[in-house]
């Protein structure tokens, strides 16, 4: 379950807005997912100017750095960032888009 809360609050193309601490983005669907990821206690609290991707969970600050963005595009139907954990020499990559998309790279 950690890992599909971190891929909502990983994910995405979201910003913060300083004022407001509020989500903006250009896709509804990110923001939705986004917004589900603070309601079950793993946020996105923000990237820095140096590729760091910050998010909390259940109280715990972690921190990944962004190694690689592989966009949305209709043709892959997906989106995918290879992050790499800060404090430990794990990667991941996260990926989110059409079940179809998804299921046909499982195998």
């Not at 820095?48 to 715990?60: C, E, R, S, T």
């Not at 995918?80 to 404090?87: A, F, W, Y």
């Amino acid at each position: 379950m950690i890992e599909m809360l971190t891929s909502m609050a990983i994910c995405h193309n979201i910003i913060i807005d300083p004022k407001t601490d509020k989500y903006s983005g250009s896709s509804p669907d990110e923001l939705a997912i986004t917004e589900a990821g603070r309601y079950l206690n793993v946020y996105f609290k923000g990237r820095d100017a140096h590729k760091h991707i910050f998010i909390n969970y259940n109280g715990h600050d972690l921190k990944y750095e962004l190694l690689r963005v592989f966009e949305f595009d209709p043709k892959r139907k997906l989106m995918s960032v290879i992050v790499k954990e800060i404090g430990s020499s794990n990667i991941f990559v996260h990926c989110k888009g059409a079940d179809s998309a998804i299921f046909s790279r499982l195998i």
